[in-house]
Every structure is written in C-alpha cells, then in structure tokens.
C-alpha cells in the first residue's frame, strides 16, 4: 500500500520516515501512526537497513504533535486503546534497529514524545521541544511524562508540562533533551555521520547496549547489572567479539558480521 501521510525512503543503510503533512505542521493524526508501525514492519525486514531516521517534511516542523482535529472526536475510550500513540512510542523505543530523531523545527506533544521514544535525538538550532497539552487540557499521553523525566529530570519536566514552556534546541542540549543542535543546513550531514559511527560498530552490540539501556533504566539496579552481564555473556561468545579484539590488536579495522 502506498503511503499517504509518511514517506519511506532509503539512503545507503539507513531509513528515513519523514512525516509528511507539512500544511498540519506534521501533526500526528492516526493515519500517519497507522503508516509509521507499517514502515517500521516492512524496514525490520530489510536487513541491508542498520538505523532509521524519523522526520518531518519541510523546514518548520518535525512533528506538531496529535492531531487536534482528531482529539475533538477522541473519548476515554480512545485513550485507553492498547494501540495508541503510546503503543507506537514503545515499539520504537524496543525497535530492533537504533532510531534517530532528526528534529528539524517543532517537536511539540506527542512529536516531542516520538522524539524521546527515539534512542538520539539531534536537533537543527531552529528546533523547539515542548509539551504543550495542558493547553488543551490533557497531559502528555504518549510517554511525555515518563520520557521526559527521565530525560531531563523530574523539575525541569514538571516546569516544561506545567507551563507548557517551550525549549529552544540550545536549552535542550543543556537540559539532554537533544544530544546536539546543529545549523538546519547541516543537520542531515551531521546525522549521517552519527548513524554511520553507530554502524560502523557491530550490530549484536548495538543491540543489547540499547536493550540494556532502556530495559536497564525501567528496572531496579540489581536487575538491570544482571541483564547487563547477561548480555554480555552472549557478546563474549559472538564472532563479532573475536573480530573487534582481534582488529584492534592486528591494528586493522574490523569487519563485523552481526553474530
Ligand atoms: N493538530 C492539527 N493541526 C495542527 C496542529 C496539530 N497539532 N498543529 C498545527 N496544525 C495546523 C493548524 O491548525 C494550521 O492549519 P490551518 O492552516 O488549516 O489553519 C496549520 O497547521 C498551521 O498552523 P499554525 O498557523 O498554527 O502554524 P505556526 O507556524 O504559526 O505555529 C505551531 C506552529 C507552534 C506548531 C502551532 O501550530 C501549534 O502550537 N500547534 C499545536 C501544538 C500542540 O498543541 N501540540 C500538542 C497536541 S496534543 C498531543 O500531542 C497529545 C499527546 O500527548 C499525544
């Protein structure tokens, strides 16, 4: 099926999922989730892929959020729906492949929550991040309150979604919102170079260090050292592992294969 409301491109080993309702500020109607969990589908199929880059159409916006057309219709039943904005959010979150947020403008309630669900976020200096719901009188119902937090601390989350305050792309770097803002013409280049450091590394790696960073964060400390060393016990006994020691020490680049 075609697809309306994103665009799936590819460019060497990485996908791109650019929202793509730049007259809506790239405002996340359910269409456009619906489109993102399909492409996610069909780019986990595509082993030649190593990272996908989410993204919005146009020079203004990442994301402006759910589409508050839509939330007029929404009931408490809607909120409750096990495969909501909050489903999708976790599925990239757990992706199988490392995400990046390409936040080229607004990243505003649930655009700021797709962004934080992403694993790095690289902003272009005319980025601002915010959870503006309780304008709407809503709280962030995809993650905002418990990404956000975690991100950038319990006060300055309960600042930004208590007033609503957007941050600009320097303050997020500040606060760890954003890993780094760049000039909005150099923004793609700079996350090209960032995904090409990630899979230059090898792909076992990179996944259980991104697993056990997430799963690790939602756990006690005991459990998350325990899944740490576990996995590390399965990277010990990997190909890549003799690969990446032997590289080193013969002072050559190593060729990983992903086992
Ligand atoms: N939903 C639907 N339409 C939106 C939208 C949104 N979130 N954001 C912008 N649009 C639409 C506007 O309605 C407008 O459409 P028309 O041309 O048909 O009038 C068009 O996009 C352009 O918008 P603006 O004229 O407002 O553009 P701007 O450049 O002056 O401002 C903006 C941009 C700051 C992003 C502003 O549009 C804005 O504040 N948008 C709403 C942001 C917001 O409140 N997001 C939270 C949504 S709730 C949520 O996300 C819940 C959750 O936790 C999941």
């Known amino acids: 099926m075609p697809f309306e409301n994103i665009e799936l491109t590819t460019k060497d080993q990485l996908a791109y999922i650019t929202i793509n309702r730049p007259e809506a500020r790239n405002a996340l109607n359910k269409e456009t989730l619906d489109e993102m969990v399909e492409a996610l589908g069909r780019v986990a199929e595509q082993e030649e892929v190593g990272a996908v880059v989410f993204t919005g159409k146009g020079e203004k916006s990442f994301a402006a959020g759910a589409d508050i057309k839509q939330l007029t219709e929404k009931s408490a039943l809607d909120a409750l729906n096990p495969q909501g904005m909050q489903y999708v959010y976790d599925r990239i979150e757990s992706y199988e492949k490392p995400t990046i947020a390409m936040i080229n403008g607004y990243a505003l309630g649930g655009g700021c929550e797709l962004a934080m669900a992403c694993d790095i976020r690289v902003a272009s200096t005319n980025a601002k991040l915010g959870l503006p719901e309780l304008n709407l009188s809503i709280i962030p119902g995809a993650g ?31 606060f760890g919102l954003v890993s780094e803002a760049v000039a909005p013409e150099d923004l793609a280049a700079r996350v090209e170079e960032v995904a090409s450091t990630i899979l230059s590394k090898g792909p076992l790696a990179v996944k259980l260090a991104k697993l056990s960073v997430h799963m690790g964060t939602e756990t006690d400390m005991k459990t998350g050292l325990m899944l740490e ?11 890549d592992k003799n690969e990446g020691t032997q590289a080193f020490i013969e002072k050559r680049k190593a060729v990983f294969q992903g086992k």
Do not use: P, W, Y
């Open 144 to 174: 905002g309150t418990q990404r956000l937090a975690r991100l950038v601390g319990k006060g300055k989350a309960l600042e930004m979604i208590l007033t609503g305050k957007m941050m600009d792309a320097q303050e997020a770097v500040q």
């Open 229 to 239: 060393k576990l996995s590390q016990a399965i990277l010990f006994n990997s190909d």
